[in-house]
T-cell receptor, first 118, second 110 residues
Framework: GAGVSQSPSNKVTEKGKDVELRCDPI?????LYWYRQSLGQGLEFLIY????????KSGLPSDRFSAERTGGSVSTLTIQRTQQEDSAVYLC????????????????FGSGTRLTVV | GIQVEQSPPDLILQEGANSTLRCNFS?????LQWFHQNPWGQLINLFY???GTKQNGRLSATTVATERYSLLYISSSQTTDSGVYFC????????????FGTGTRLQVTL
């Protein structure tokens, strides 16, 4: 599509429930990134996909967090047994990053999913 | 990893004023972007500028890669410029993701 699409835009869930957040990157973008932004804070890196592989998942805060990407396109971020500290805006971005261009292309961000755990 | 510092952390301007935001980074970069996060949370890409100077309307940016800093200039500010401005860099090593600064929160008043 023309931009990065994320769904849902807002999600309220009860503590202990599992949630799935979806990201549709720009068509043709090989790289996909998940970031998290807590209220009033900067952006915290979670995971990076190149195609369907995740060469860098160093930012995932715990084993309750996982992500997958299929067909080199859509990605799903899953949070199991949600906790109140998981409340944040989860942002997805895509780019044409590759080893060849060494990241010399810009990122485009989606509008984010605002997750509230009550 | 690479460190990114932005200054000032907060800025209040009267409409029509000019401002300069600064981003310092600790290592060589392949990519540097300036983003504006509007009050609704949307991150808008302003400039992709690993080096040199670019202009887009009232905004311009300059990156001096050899001295490891970038500047974002806002001229004739408007209330719609309010929000948080982030600088983000991709290190020139094996880094695969943008590292963000902590941002400059700008408020433009009438």
């Amino acid at each position: 599509g023309a931009g990065v699409s994320q769904s849902p835009s807002n999600k309220v869930t009860e503590k202990g429930k599992d949630v799935e957040l979806r990201c549709d990157p720009i068509s043709g973008h090989t790289a996909l990134y998940w970031y998290r932004q807590s209220l009033g804070q900067g952006l915290e890196f979670l995971i990076y996909f190149q195609g369907n592989s995740a060469p860098d998942k160093s930012g995932l805060p715990s084993d309750r967090f996982s992500a997958e990407r299929t067909g080199g396109s859509v990605s799903t971020l899953t949070i199991q047994r949600t906790q109140q500290e998981d409340s944040a805006v989860y942002l997805c971005a895509s780019s044409l990053f590759s080893v060849l261009n060494r990241g010399r292309d810009g990122y485009t961000f989606g509008s984010g999913t605002r997750l509230t755990v009550v | 990893g690479i460190q990114v510092e932005q200054s000032p952390p907060d800025l209040i301007l009267q409409e029509g004023a000019n401002s300069t935001l600064r981003c310092n980074f600790s290592d060589s970069v392949n990519n540097l972007q300036w983003f504006h996060q509007n009050p609704w949370g949307q991150l808008i890409n302003l400039f992709y500028i690993p080096s040199g100077t670019k202009q887009n309307g009232r905004l311009s940016a300059t990156t001096v890669a050899t001295e490891r800093y970038s500047l974002l200039y806002i001229s004739s500010s408007q209330t719609t410029d309010s929000g948080v401005y982030f600088c983000a860099v991709l290190g020139a090593g094996t880094a695969s993701k943008l590292t963000f600064g902590t941002g400059t929160r700008l408020q433009v008043t009438l």
